[in-house]
């Protein structure tokens, strides 16, 4: 099975990066991802932050 090359850590703080930024697309090519792949983290990781992960990962 292939390794993911993002942590979930990491996902949220891209987001959060984004959300601070005016424009998605210089987020995205500066971790170089795609828009399609930040608007699914987006969807799947909404609301969610670094502790919140660590209280899931557990469950």
Do not use: N
Not at 13 to 27: M, Y
Not at 41 to 50: A, D, I, L, P, T
Request: aromatic content about 8%; hydrophobic content about 30%.
């Amino acid at each position: 099975m292939k390794k993911p090359r993002f942590s979930e850590a990491h996902i949220v703080g891209i987001l959060k990066e984004a959300g601070l930024r005016a424009k998605v697309g210089d987020t995205c090519r500066r971790h170089g991802i795609s828009d399609a792949t930040y608007y699914k983290w987006k969807r799947q990781y909404s609301g969610v932050s670094v502790s919140h992960l660590t209280q899931m990962r557990p469950l």
